[in-house]
C-alpha cells in the first residue's frame, strides 16, 4: 500500500480520479469544536511535543539549524533550502497567526529539537468561495528519525489543533505525488551568475557553448528600464493591495488578501521579501508591482561555494507595464543584488515570460494540494495563484 497514511485522510483519493458523482468542496463537514479530540495525539516513548517560539532568538536558532541540515534537498542531494531565521519569522508570523501552530518534537532526554511542522491561517479564494484554510509548511524530521512514522502524526497533531481554532481546510506543496494534486507546477530558473550556478553543478554548460558565451547570453543591463520603477513603500499599500486583489480574483485558487495581509507579505524585508512598484511619472499611481522572496540553499559538496543565493518570483502585477519588462526590471534588481539564479513556478500567468527571459526548465515539479477540500478536476498551472513559501 502505497500511501497508508494519506488513504485514511479527508484528501481526493487516487481511485476517485474521474468520479463526477462527487461533489467539489469540503469532503467533511466541520465537527463541533468538543468533538475536537482535546489531547494532542501519542508520539513514540522517547519524544515529547513542543512549542516553538519562533520569537526567542535560541528557539529560532534551534529551527534553523534543524531545517538548515535536515529539510527539503533537490533530486541529486547536491543542494538543501537554507531558511534564515527572519525569513522564518515572516513566514510564520503573519496576520492573525497561532503560536501553537509552530509544532516541534523533542527527545525527552536530550531536549533535542529533532522534527518540526507549522501551519498559518489564510483567507484563500477557491473558485468562488473564499475559505479560511491552514497553509501547512516546514514538515522536517531529523535525517537520522526518518521512516519511523513521525511525519503522520505530526500531521494528525497540526490538524488536531488548526480543527481547535475552527478551521477545517489546509493548503500545502510538495515534490512528491500525494494523493491528491489539484495542480502540478513546473519549476523554471533563470541564471543571473552561470559561471557559479555550473561550478557548483546547479547547471550545465550548454553543447557548443563556451563560458564566455554563457555568461554574456545572461548579461543584463545595470539599470532598470521602466520609468517609476522604484520599492515598494508603506504608503503604497492601499495600492498595491487593490493591484493584487483584482489581478488574483481570476485564478481559481488565490489568496484572498486584505491591506494587513499586503503589509506583512508584500512590503520589503531586507534578505527576505523584495518589492518594487512602478508609480506612473505623470499620475502617480502604482500600475504595477513585481516581488521575490529570498530563500538561500546550502551548497553540500563544493570546495569554493557554500551558498545559492536564490529569489523566488512571488507575486508580480503588470497593468500598464508588459510583464514581460517588469520581470525583466525584477531580474536586473536580482543581479545587481548578487542572486546567483531566479526561480519561478509556471502558475499566473509566468508561463508568459519564461522562455523570452531566458528562464530553463528545473528537473521537477512542485505539486499543491489541498486538505478536506475536493476539485472534480486538477487545475491546469496558469488557473493558480497562489505562491506557498
Ligand atoms: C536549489 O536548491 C534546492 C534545494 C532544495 C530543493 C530544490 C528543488 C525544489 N524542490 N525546488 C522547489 O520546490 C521550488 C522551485 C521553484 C520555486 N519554488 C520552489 O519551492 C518553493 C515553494 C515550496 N516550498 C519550497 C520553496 C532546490
Same mark, same amino acid.
Given at each position: 500500500?502505497?500511501?497508508?497514511?494519506?488513504?485514511?485522510? *479527508?484528501?481526493?483519493?487516487? +481511485?476517485?480520479?474521474?468520479?463526477? !458523482?462527487?461533489?467539489?468542496?469540503?469532503?467533511?463537514?466541520?465537527?463541533?469544536?468538543?468533538?475536537? =479530540?482535546?489531547?494532542?495525539?501519542?508520539?513514540?516513548? @522517547?519524544?515529547?511535543?513542543?512549542?516553538?517560539?519562533?520569537?526567542?532568538?535560541?528557539?529560532?536558532?534551534?529551527?534553523?539549524? /534543524?531545517?538548515?541540515? $535536515?529539510?527539503?534537498?533537490?533530486?541529486?542531494?547536491?543542494?538543501?533550502? $537554507?531558511?534564515?531565521?527572519?525569513?522564518?519569522?515572516?513566514?510564520?508570523?503573519?496576520?492573525?497567526? #497561532?503560536?501553537?501552530?509552530?509544532?516541534?518534537?523533542?527527545?525527552?532526554?536530550?531536549?533535542?529539537?529533532?522534527?518540526?511542522?507549522?501551519?498559518?491561517?489564510?483567507?484563500?479564494?477557491?473558485?468562488?468561495?473564499? %475559505?479560511?484554510?491552514?497553509?501547512? +509548511?516546514?514538515?522536517?524530521?531529523?535525517?537520522?528519525?526518518?521512516?519511523? =512514522?513521525? @511525519?503522520? %502524526?505530526?500531521?494528525?497533531?497540526? !490538524?488536531?489543533?488548526?480543527? /481547535?481554532?475552527?478551521?477545517?481546510?489546509?493548503?500545502?506543496? &510538495?515534490?512528491?505525488?500525494?494523493?491528491?494534486?489539484?495542480?502540478?507546477?513546473?519549476?523554471?530558473? =533563470?541564471?543571473?551568475?552561470?559561471?557559479?550556478?555550473?561550478?557548483?553543478?546547479?547547471?550545465?554548460?550548454? &553543447?557548443?557553448?563556451?563560458?564566455?558565451?554563457?555568461?554574456?547570453?545572461?548579461?543584463?543591463?545595470?539599470?532598470?528600464?521602466?520609468?517609476? #520603477?522604484?520599492?515598494?513603500?508603506?504608503?503604497?499599500? *492601499?495600492?498595491?493591495?487593490?493591484?493584487?486583489?483584482?489581478?488574483? @480574483?481570476?485564478?481559481?485558487?488565490?489568496?484572498? #488578501?486584505?491591506?494587513?495581509?499586503?503589509?506583512?507579505?508584500?512590503?520589503?524585508?531586507?534578505?527576505?521579501?523584495?518589492?518594487?512598484?512602478?508609480?506612473?511619472?505623470?499620475?502617480?499611481?502604482?500600475?504595477?508591482?513585481?516581488?521575490?522572496?529570498?530563500?538561500?540553499?546550502?551548497?553540500?559538496?563544493?570546495?569554493?561555494?557554500?551558498?545559492?543565493?536564490?529569489?523566488?518570483?512571488?507575486? +508580480?502585477?503588470?497593468?500598464?507595464?508588459?510583464?514581460?519588462?517588469?520581470?525583466?526590471?525584477?531580474?536586473?534588481? &536580482?543581479?545587481?543584488?548578487?542572486?546567483?539564479?531566479? $526561480? &519561478?513556478?509556471?502558475?499566473?500567468?509566468?508561463?508568459? #515570460?519564461?522562455?523570452?527571459?531566458?528562464?530553463?526548465?528545473?528537473?521537477?515539479? /512542485?505539486?499543491?494540494?489541498?486538505?478536506?477540500? =475536493?476539485?472534480?478536476?486538477? /487545475?491546469?498551472?496558469?488557473?493558480?495563484?497562489?505562491?506557498?513559501?
Amino acid at each position: 500500500k502505497k500511501h497508508p497514511f494519506w488513504e485514511t485522510q *479527508p484528501v481526493g483519493q487516487f +481511485n476517485e480520479i474521474g468520479d463526477s !458523482t462527487l461533489p467539489e468542496g469540503p469532503i467533511e463537514a466541520p465537527k463541533p469544536l468538543s468533538e475536537v =479530540r482535546p489531547e494532542s495525539y501519542n508520539l513514540p516513548g @522517547a519524544y515529547e511535543w513542543t512549542t516553538c517560539d519562533i520569537d526567542d532568538d535560541a528557539a529560532a536558532a534551534e529551527v534553523y539549524n /534543524l531545517l538548515s541540515n $535536515n529539510y527539503v534537498e533537490d533530486d541529486e542531494n547536491m543542494f538543501r533550502f $537554507n531558511y534564515s531565521k527572519e525569513f522564518l519569522r515572516w513566514a510564520l508570523r503573519p496576520p492573525g497567526y #497561532f503560536k501553537q501552530w509552530h509544532i516541534g518534537v523533542r527527545v525527552k532526554g536530550s531536549k533535542k529539537l529533532v522534527a518540526f511542522i507549522t501551519a498559518v491561517p489564510a483567507k484563500i479564494k477557491v473558485r468562488k468561495e473564499i %475559505v479560511l484554510m491552514a497553509e501547512v +509548511n516546514f514538515l522536517c524530521v531529523h535525517k537520522k528519525l526518518r521512516s519511523k =512514522r513521525l @511525519a503522520p %502524526v505530526m500531521i494528525k497533531e497540526v !490538524t488536531r489543533r488548526v480543527h /481547535l481554532e475552527n478551521i477545517w481546510q489546509a493548503s500545502y506543496t &510538495a515534490g512528491v505525488v500525494l494523493p491528491t494534486p489539484i495542480s502540478t507546477c513546473q519549476y523554471w530558473h =533563470r541564471s543571473l551568475n552561470p559561471k557559479k550556478l555550473i561550478d557548483v553543478g546547479f547547471s550545465r554548460l550548454g &553543447a557548443r557553448m563556451t563560458m564566455s558565451r554563457t555568461m554574456k547570453l545572461y548579461k543584463l543591463s545595470e539599470k532598470t528600464i521602466t520609468p517609476g #520603477f522604484r520599492k515598494m513603500e508603506l504608503r503604497d499599500v *492601499p495600492e498595491v493591495t487593490r493591484l493584487v486583489c483584482k489581478y488574483l @480574483a481570476q485564478f481559481e485558487v488565490a489568496p484572498n #488578501f486584505d491591506e494587513y495581509d499586503v503589509e506583512h507579505w508584500i512590503l520589503p524585508k531586507a534578505d527576505v521579501v523584495d518589492s518594487y512598484v512602478v508609480e506612473s511619472p505623470v499620475t502617480h499611481v502604482v500600475t504595477d508591482f513585481c516581488s521575490f522572496y529570498t530563500l538561500p540553499s546550502s551548497i553540500l559538496m563544493n570546495s569554493n561555494y557554500s551558498i545559492l543565493k536564490a529569489a523566488y518570483s512571488f507575486y +508580480n502585477v503588470a497593468t500598464k507595464t508588459p510583464l514581460i519588462q517588469l520581470m525583466n526590471d525584477a531580474l536586473i534588481i &536580482a543581479k545587481k543584488n548578487d542572486y546567483d539564479v531566479f $526561480n &519561478a513556478l509556471d502558475l499566473m500567468y509566468n508561463e508568459s #515570460f519564461l522562455k523570452e527571459l531566458k528562464f530553463g526548465p528545473g528537473d521537477g515539479h /512542485l505539486h499543491y494540494y489541498l486538505y478536506n477540500y =475536493r476539485l472534480c478536476q486538477p /487545475l491546469k498551472p496558469s488557473e493558480l495563484g497562489l505562491v506557498l513559501l
